[in-house]
């Protein structure tokens, strides 16, 4: 089972940038659709961004043109660089991958104030 581990949350104000990471444990990795989600408060858990083995990406309306993802297949590494950052924005960030989810990680909070 392939663990994944997040990093890089923290609080920042609005209009600010963040870089997450997320460490895969195998390089089966390389193979799949990664993709990068939240988690509100009280909400359920939402696609943000999403990246193919190929590298091909897509994103949700709410985050286009401010937030980018991408990967580093020598480093089982996926990342999300968020900037213009909104208040809306706060939640639990995780990585997995796009379908057929492996074991969700710890997840890193995203906290944004106005």
């Known amino acids: 089972q392939v663990q994944l581990v997040e990093s890089g949350g923290g609080s920042v104000q609005a209009g600010g940038s963040l870089r997450l990471s997320c460490a895969a444990s195998?390089?089966?990795?390389?193979?799949?659709?990664m993709a990068w989600f939240r988690q509100a408060s009280g909400n359920q858990r939402e696609l943000v961004a999403r990246?193919?083995?190929?590298?091909?990406?897509y994103y949700a309306d709410s985050v286009k043109g401010r937030f980018t993802i991408s990967r580093d297949n020598n480093k089982n590494t996926v990342f999300l660089q968020m900037n213009s950052l909104k208040p809306e924005d706060t939640a639990v960030y995780y990585c997995?991958?796009?379908?057929?989810?492996?074991?969700w990680g710890q997840g890193t909070q995203v906290t944004v104030s106005s």
């Open positions: 990246i193919t083995s190929g590298g091909t990406t």
């Open positions: 997995n991958r796009y379908t057929y989810y492996w074991v």
């Open positions: 195998s390089t089966i990795f390389r193979a799949n659709d």
